[in-house]
């Protein structure tokens, strides 16, 4: 953009004196600023998140959730935590009575207060599956594969367990990556059953990790045939090596 030509300066009695500018009155002292407006609150209503064809709230509605409450729907292992506290029966949904329970669960930090996300995002923390003692656990364990199943199928998809398995284990198993190394040696169809996603836990509790594998007797193995063929597996990789 062009710049702005300069106006021809006028003679010195032409310019009229500068009227000197009004002060502005002084604020009184100790007075506050006024507040920023508090965000508004976003109530945990069923049918906010619920999918109203299918009557649950599904993945796309706890996806929904999860961006109210700023955390990533696909790592958070809490928000699967929150959905067994809920009490969901169903593969990868939330009827509206599991949903009620918001307000009656008392492992929920949202019992007895107000039924908001801001409520439940102050007490998100609470729900870290990591506070669960190993008996706690295993239930828990349990639903996380019977919730990501899909639809009637009584099994895993190879990737989806490769995926779900170290989010929802954790620290727990000293086991995890030579499992998984594992597992990715199968062919892209193979399926995990609940026997052996829960077998997988009961292992890694009792058994130390490899090459020692304490507490493992394979003449007297009564572990599915998928753990036994696990410990071949990294016996077999250490001789390699």
């Known amino acids: ?35 920023a407006a508090a965000a508004p609150t976003q109530a945990l209503d069923f049918a906010t998140y619920a999918d109203p064809e299918e009557g649950f709230v599904t993945f796309e509605g706890l996806e929904v959730l999860a961006d109210r409450l700023g955390i990533d729907a696909s790592s958070d292992t809490k928000l699967l935590a929150l959905c067994w506290r809920l009490g969901a029966e169903k593969p990868g949904a939330l009827s509206e009575e599991e949903w009620d329970r918001f307000a009656s669960s008392p492992h929920l930090p949202t019992h007895g207060k107000p039924l908001t996300v801001q409520t439940l995002k102050a007490g998100w923390a609470s729900l870290d599956p990591n506070f669960l003692d190993n008996a706690e656990f295993r239930p828990f364990f349990k639903f996380c594969f019977e919730f990501n199943r899909e639809g009637t199928k009584r099994f895993l998809e190879r990737d989806t367990a490769l995926a779900l398995l170290p989010l929802c284990i954790e620290d727990r198993s000293k086991h995890t990556l030579n499992f998984l190394e594992f597992l990715e040696t199968k062919p892209e169809d193979f399926k995990i059953n609940r026997d052996q996603w829960c077998s997988f836990l009961d292992f890694s509790l009792a058994v130390g990790p490899a090459p020692e594998f304490d507490g493992w007797d394979s003449e007297e193995s009564s572990w599915p045939i998928l753990i036994d063929e696990y410990v071949e597996f990294v016996q077999e990789k250490l001789k390699e090596t």
């Open 1 to 35: 953009m062009a710049p702005k030509r300069k106006a021809a300066a006028k003679p010195a009695s032409a310019k009229k004196a500068k009227k000197p500018a009004p002060k502005k009155p002084a604020s009184p002292r100790g007075k506050a600023k006024p507040a």
